[in-house]
């Protein structure tokens, strides 16, 4: 899948594409991270927020430690087969279409929330938005926790500087850590960021 750099209002239709067929395989790594399971042992969250959560495996996962879960993402395929792969689960997360820049669906403060492979997919514009909903649903301290590329699809440099610098005076960086998140071996890096 030829993947574009998005930003409101964003054509879906390429990721629900890729939903559909085979292809998104190519890009999905389905291992729950270290980071991921650190971040529910240092945090103790009762809620969470997912963004860009695919087919909603990490969600899942969150659900299946007694978190009240939410996963979003823009995929209407993606989120069909989210909700159809729990249907029969005690612990459900709730999954929800919806665009990462403009998430008013949501006004609930999540204890945490998380992004893996999805920030890097925004051009600056959305990502300013996308901060702007993090802060608003996030908790006082909360934690969000990136996952990106170090070069964005759309040859974007994301380096520690620039997340922290994107996310303003409201967020503290609070790490940064290398990552080989995937199989065959793409720059990138975990991010921690603590709101204010």
């Not at 291992?31 to 990490?58: A, D, M, W, Y």
């Not at 990502?127 to 964005?152: C, F, M």
């Not at 994301?158 to 503290?172: A, H, V």
Request: charged residues 25%.
């Amino acid at each position: 899948m030829e993947t574009n750099t998005i930003g409101p209002p964003s054509n879906h239709m390429e990721f629900d594409k890729a939903y559909s067929s085979l292809s998104h395989w190519m890009w999905t790594d389905t291992r729950i991270p270290s980071e991921l399971k650190r971040l529910i042992e240092t945090n103790k969250p009762q809620t969470s927020l997912e963004l860009g959560c695919g087919l909603g495996r990490f969600s899942k996962f969150m659900a299946n430690q007694k978190i009240q879960a939410t996963g979003v993402d823009y995929s209407t395929v993606a989120i069909e087969k989210a909700n159809k792969r729990v249907a029969n689960e005690r612990n459900k997360p709730t999954y929800l279409v919806g665009d990462v820049t403009n998430l008013e669906i949501l006004s609930e403060p999540f204890d945490v929330s998380f992004d893996i492979g999805c920030f890097h997919c925004l051009n600056k514009e959305a990502q300013q938005n996308y901060v702007k909903e993090v802060y608003r649903l996030l908790k006082p301290g909360g934690t969000h926790l990136i996952w990106a590329l170090d070069e964005s699809p759309s040859n974007m440099k994301l380096t520690p500087e620039y997340i922290s610098d994107i996310f303003g005076n409201n967020f503290q960086l609070q790490k940064s850590q290398r990552s080989r998140r995937r199989v065959v071996f793409v720059a990138s890096h975990w991010y921690w960021l603590i709101r204010k």
